[in-house]
């Protein structure tokens, strides 16, 4: 018998919330094949769903709450990439090309995340060219997001230079 949180989460599914993220892009049936190989749970606030230089493991879906992802800067620091928020699908640069992650994402408040195996994920995206073509449009807003950030990281580094 389905706990209440597990039924809501295959609800989400099903129906759009108007997020914009990549739930919303899926047909109703390329969101219950999702369903199919995900896992849902919740974490609390502060939970680590993966680390810097983490084997690739999965796709991590944000149902709710908001994930901080992170990086560490050659010096050390860390540095805040993004906030994600409901409809994100994080570690997908590491789960299309199985490399190590690139960041950390750390829940910063109590979150409802779906976790699909990485070799799951990917023969969805084989079969779904919807889903696969949604994963790429995210992949490019993401590096076009880190070109803004090295831009702006840039004339800051210049500003302390002259």
């Known amino acids: 018998m389905a706990t209440p949180a597990v039924l809501e989460l295959k609800e989400y599914y099903m ?50 709450g908001r994930v901080k992802i992170t990086m560490n800067s050659a010096e050390g620091k860390t540095v805040i990439l993004r906030i994600a928020k409901s409809g994100d699908v994080l570690g997908l640069h590491a789960v299309v090309t199985g490399e190590p992650c690139q960041a950390t994402a750390e829940t910063l408040e109590f ?34 997001m ?4 090295v831009r702006a990281w840039g004339c800051c580094i210049l500003r302390r230079e002259n």
């Open 111 to 144: 979150s409802q995340i779906a976790f699909a195996k990485r070799e799951a994920f990917l023969n969805f995206l084989r079969e779904r060219p919807e889903a696969s073509l949604l994963v790429a449009k995210q992949l490019g807003s993401d590096y076009r």
């Open 15 to 64: 129906g759009c919330t108007d997020c914009g993220g990549f739930l919303c892009g899926l047909s109703p049936e390329a969101r219950k094949a999702l369903t199919a190989i995900t896992y849902t749970t919740s974490y609390p606030e502060g939970a680590v769903l993966f680390s810097e230089e983490d084997a690739a493991r999965g796709a991590f879906i944000v149902l709710k």
């Open 146 to 149: 880190a070109c803004e950030q």
